[in-house]
Nanobody, 127 residues
């Protein structure tokens, strides 16, 4: 079955950095756009960014553009989220998700477009 497993979360001070990883199995990774979302306590899950199967031209939400970078390694079935200049408001559970796009170079921003989800990893940024 399809599995997406995130790792790399933890506790970091404001201004610090974290790198999240998401390893996919059970799917043809190169046919999927990969997205990152987060959900803070009491809030809805929100789109952070995504990268198509090409690995080029990642798209970001305004709230994280310039601080977060998404990349992927198709040989390792892995997508990464590099987070810099972290702020307390970045505290949330972070999820990766896979959207089957038949290798179309598109990045959906709606969570409803994504077919598979990881279990999430907690990121806590202290002030």
């Amino acid at each position: 079955q399809v599995q997406l497993v995130e790792s790399g979360g933890g506790l970091v001070q404001a201004g610090g950095s974290l790198r999240l990883s998401c390893v996919a199995s059970g799917l043809l990774f190169g046919s999927y756009t990969m997205g990152w979302f987060r959900q803070a306590p009491g809030k809805e899950r929100t789109f952070l960014g995504g990268v198509s199967w090409t690995g080029r031209g990642a798209y970001y939400a305004d709230s994280v553009r310039g601080r977060f970078t998404i990349s992927r390694d198709n040989a390792k079935n892995t997508v990464y989220l590099q987070m810099n200049s972290l702020k307390p408001e970045d505290t949330a559970i972070y999820y990766c998700a896979a959207d089957w796009t038949r290798r179309q170079p598109v990045v959906a921003t709606s969570e409803y477009e994504y077919d598979f989800w990881g279990q999430g990893t907690q990121v806590t940024v202290s002030s």
